[in-house]
């Protein structure tokens, strides 16, 4: 059986369509997506803060992005700040030592369900991370991992890809 479709061609534009605006209602059903990921011990150990296009909260996330992100992430739709929840409150106790990982899968969900959605996302880490924290302060415990753009490409997919092979997958480095 090959790979899915939905999962072959996915991509992650460059270039987002600045006319096209994502309703609430798709917001939701990209986060119920989000909800469904598995997680260590059902921690779910995730949260997002949302910010569409043309809104106070966009503009307040557009500021904290670096110049390499900020000539293209902008004009997505919907700019969205991955949270971890990695320590306990007031402790230096690990919530869980998936919280990152179990965050990476929401993110994938969200991604696959924008896919489905004719949508695309793009994943960064292009963002001073000290003062988007500051700005947005999460709670004692939560951390802000990335940040993901998501819209209607202004670009078509690449028509080819490289990937790794699946023999360049196992045999990582192992020494």
Known sequence: MPVHPLLASRFSPLLFDPSWTVTEEDVEVLLDAA??????????PWAYFVARRDEPDHKRIVRHLARSSARWAPSASLLIVTIAH???EDTDWAYSDFADYDLGQSVAHLTLQAHAMDLACRQFRAFDLETLTTDLNPSPGWHIVSMIAVGRPAEDRPPSRDRRTTTDLRTAPWD
Do not use: K, L, T
């Not at 909800?35 to 779910?44: H, I, K």
């Open 86 to 88: 990695r320590y306990v």
């Open 35 to 44: 909800r469904w990921a598995p997680s260590a011990g059902n921690s779910q």
